[in-house]
């Protein structure tokens, strides 16, 4: 017979595991947000843990967007895009994204997590190949793992072994799937090296661009405009809207045949209810936003450069990345914690990333930034930083 308690003692027992190993992730409430400050069990804090990089989440614009939409389509969206779920503002967005960005449809998913989870599962199944950067974000390895193909990693950003991992995937279908941006580390994939290597083998590439859409190339088309890339390059590409868009949801976009497919057979999409519309209303009306107003990015790669500087100078160990996310590379968790809370101590909110989320030993303290910052912030930041510096 079996002991229905088992589980719940197996739970306890890994809670405790993570306890004593200093690793367990609390839930904290944020009682109050107003751009980059945040009130904390009572405390103010200025963030900069945020992914909303260009300070959209809250504009006006934004907002009003949103609850304009509401008034005229109501808050839910009642049902599944398949079954009367599918509005006027979810069709227009993946109408715009997609025209933007040069592919020929889009796919709306009510989150990230879903649409990985979706592209993955919904285009490959056993006896293909899914070869993915050991980096990659979590769910795109669940995708792998949900669509039942072999799934190859390679070590980080290492094109030779990608290229090795495609080599002996012989001729069985290969999708070859990697981060734009790392979103723990906060560098960038070699897009062109890739696209290149997923030419010559005949994989199809696909770029998960959730920390560059908004954020990176000239116009904020993402990663791969970036690297003067474009459709043609990356073939299937997903996209956030809850980070540089400030909002919520992710578009697929890519061939008319590979999208249509997706309606047909990505469960997170067919089995799922729309997300609100009002949500796509805000998310159309952010992307008008970003498209305008070019000096959002050039303030953030202003402050991007001032913080690296900065902390350079202070003998912090930066990584190798020129997008909003700007690690600080500690080593032990523990460490890492102290330097957190020494901070928050100080007014300043930046969570420390312990593992699983990043390999044993490479605990650090991310940092993002965001055009919703002011200079003296950055500054202010810094001299926490130099303040609280371990030993
Ligand atoms: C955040 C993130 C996702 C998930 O997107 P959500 O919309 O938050 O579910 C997927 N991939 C990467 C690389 C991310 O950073």
Not at 257 to 272: C, H, N, S
Request: proline share 5%.
């Amino acid at each position: 017979m079996s002991d229905a308690a088992a589980i719940a003692t197996r739970a306890a027992a890994r809670l405790g595991e993570r306890e004593a190993a200093g690793l367990r992730r609390v839930v904290r409430e944020v009682e109050r947000a107003e751009g980059v400050h945040l009130r904390i069990d009572g405390r103010d804090l200025v963030s900069f843990a945020s992914n909303d990089y260009l300070g959209l989440a809250q504009h006006p614009e934004v907002v009003r967007a949103m609850q304009e939409a509401a008034n005229r389509w109501g808050v839910g969206s009642t049902a599944a895009h398949l079954l009367g779920g599918h509005r006027g503002p979810h069709a227009r967005l993946e109408r715009e994204v997609a025209e933007w960005l040069g592919y020929e449809a889009g796919l709306l998913f009510s989150t990230g997590y879903l649409a990985n989870l979706g592209v993955l599962a919904g285009l490959l199944q056993d006896g293909d190949v899914c070869v993915q950067d050991k980096l990659n974000h979590a769910c795109l390895i669940d995708g792998a793992k949900l669509a039942g193909c072999a799934l190859r990693r390679y070590p980080h950003n290492d094109v030779d072994a990608a290229a090795r991992q495609l080599d002996a995937a012989g001729d069985a279908p290969t999708l070859l799937a990697t981060d734009g941006v790392f979103s723990m580390d906060g560098d960038l994939a070699p897009l062109p090296e890739l696209a290149r290597l997923a030419r010559d083998r005949g994989a199809l590439l696909f770029v998960d661009d959730a920390h560059g859409f908004g954020v990176l190339g000239p116009d904020g088309q993402g990663s791969p405009e970036h690297c003067g890339l474009g459709a043609r390059d990356v073939p299937l590409r997903m996209v956030t809207l809850g980070k540089a868009v400030g909002c919520g949801g992710a578009l697929v976009l890519g061939p008319r045949e590979l999208i249509d497919a997706l309606v047909q057979f990505a469960r997170p999409f067919v089995y799922t209810t729309a997300l609100p519309p009002a949500l796509a209303a805000a998310a159309s009306a952010a992307i008008q936003v970003l498209r305008r107003e070019p000096q959002r990015r050039a303030h953030l790669q202003a402050l991007v450069a001032r913080f690296r500087a900065g902390a350079s100078r202070l003998g912090y160990a930066l990584m190798d990345s020129v997008t909003p996310i700007q690690p600080l590379r500690i080593g032990e968790a523990g460490a890492a914690v102290a330097l957190s809370q020494a901070l928050m101590q100080r007014g300043w909110y930046v969570p420390a990333i312990r593992p699983p989320t990043v390999p044993a030993g490479s605990a650090r303290l991310r940092v993002t930034l965001s055009a919703a910052h002011a200079e003296a912030q950055v500054d202010g930041l810094l001299e926490a930083l130099e303040q609280a510096r371990p030993a």
